[in-house]
């Protein structure tokens, strides 16, 4: 992933910083030299580019070090504030209050990957305890309200569309209609070229329409430098109030995306980070350099953490910590681990940890629980329960429907076993659960 290139050749570039052995002007010059390669290669705009590396290297070479620090430290700390900088130094948050209907309305170039965000939105909307609902204007293209109409189903969020009418600023305003008193309304609107006067046409007129609290652009992180041209054209047309940043998963090119920024001057206030509808997060510039540089983002980790927490009953606690601990229990946990994300994302999150393992053995851990939460499937309900009762036949039995080897399911029992163990040794000590200590003496 080039997002990931970025961050790595920038933790690279700090690397040398700490390794060599004097601090002097042909270091500082180097580590900008570097800095620059790894912004241009990730499609940051030439003239940012030079912005950024020339104000690192003034403050760098001029600044007087502050007390109780060294000067890498210092150097550190003004690379991560210029990138912090450059993305906007404070969050923009959408305002949102429940009660008070917010409208959204999604733009963006056709595959920008609008439909999915705009479903994303709703999701993460919904988690946070607001009530969210779609609305389909794209009378263009095919299959795009059954798109979104899938997408909603999935997240169990309501939708409006009508394939049938060809008039977006009616279906929107019916939409607005059916929907009044839901929090938010997220309108997805057809996807549109620049140089499209009829689609921009259209999208000034539902604009004018709908009068929402918020433009929204999406943008296609795989586009490089094409993303500043395209935000500037549609930020003529209608005034774009934020920028969602999607597919920053794959083959991003994110600095090109990023750049759209300094375009238009709005903020990004959301990334969409994965595939999965809970793949999006809101965009916080200083955690994101953080990842980047391999600071990691420790308050994100804990935010995940939070969302995908299992609440776990006082009595079953007690069981788990006297060693009644099933391989249903376990499955469970495997099950909130996998709605926090893919495990090299949450990795990335925690310092020192971002570029320090390498990428096949990342895969092999995601492989094997992947493969543990398939093997824990094709046991019987017994066997979850008593997983002693796994004999010989029955390993075989269980490796062969899960389309795994013995030697897996073995080695899922032994983990499991040590797993129990260890929570039976905990058994005489005291957790701070519930809000009190719980002591099983």
């Not at 006067?197 to 007129?205: F, G, P, R, Y």
Request: overall charge positive; proline content about 5%.
């Amino acid at each position: 992933m080039v997002l990931e290139r970025l961050g790595s050749s920038l933790y690279d570039a700090l690397k040398k910083v700490f390794k060599a052995p004097v601090m002097d002007e042909k270091t500082i010059k180097e580590l900008v030299r570097d800095i620059q390669r790894a912004l241009l290669q990730s499609d940051v705009n030439v003239k940012l580019v030079l912005e950024i590396s020339r104000r690192i290297e003034d403050r760098s070479l001029k600044e007087k070090v502050p007390p109780g620090i060294s000067r890498r430290e210092h150097i550190t700390k003004v690379v991560y504030e210029e990138l912090t900088r450059f993305l906007g130094e404070k969050p923009t948050q959408l305002k949102t209050e429940p009660g008070k209907r917010t409208v959204l309305m999604l733009v963006g170039i056709q595959g920008s990957g609008k439909t999915t965000a705009a479903a994303k939105l709703a999701k993460y909307f919904q988690k946070r305890g607001l009530k969210p609902a779609l609305v389909c204007t794209d009378t263009y293209r095919p299959g795009a309200y059954a798109q979104l109409q899938q997408l909603a189903k999935r997240a169990n969020i309501p939708i409006h569309g009508n394939p049938k009418e060809k008039k977006a600023a009616k279906i929107a305003l019916t939409g607005l209609k059916q929907f009044n008193s839901h929090d938010i309304v997220i309108i997805d609107t057809a996807g549109r070229h620049k140089e499209e006067k009829s689609l921009i046409n259209e999208m000034k007129k539902l604009e004018k329409a709908l009068k929402p609290h918020e433009v929204i652009l999406v943008i296609d992180g795989t586009i490089g430098q094409q993303a500043a041209v395209q935000a500037k054209a549609f930020h003529e047309a209608t005034p774009i109030g934020s920028i969602l940043v999607a597919k920053l998963d794959g083959s991003a090119r994110g600095g090109g995306a990023l750049s759209a920024v300094a375009a238009i001057g709005a903020p990004i206030k959301f990334i969409s980070t994965g595939e999965k509808i809970g793949d999006i997060e809101p965009f916080i510039p200083s955690r994101f350099v953080g990842r980047l540089l391999g600071m990691g983002d420790l308050q994100s980790l804990i935010e995940k953490v939070r969302e995908a927490e299992v609440k776990v009953p006082e009595k079953k606690m007690r069981a788990f910590l006297s060693g009644r601990f099933t391989l249903t229990d376990m499955f469970e946990q495997f099950e909130s681990m996998k709605s926090m994300g893919p495990l090299r994302h949450l990795l990335k999150m925690i310092p020192g940890m971002t570029y320090n393992i390498p990428d096949e053995m990342m895969e092999l851990a995601e492989d094997t629980l992947s493969n543990w939460r398939v093997i824990i499937q094709s046991m019987t309900p017994e066997e979850r329960e008593k997983p002693k009762t796994l004999s010989a036949s029955r390993i075989r039995r269980v490796a062969h429907g899960s389309g795994t080897k013995e030697k897996e399911v073995k080695e899922l029992l032994e983990r499991y076993n040590m797993l129990r163990k260890m929570m039976k040794s905990l058994r005489r000590k005291r957790f701070p659960f519930f809000g009190k200590s719980l002591s099983l003496t």
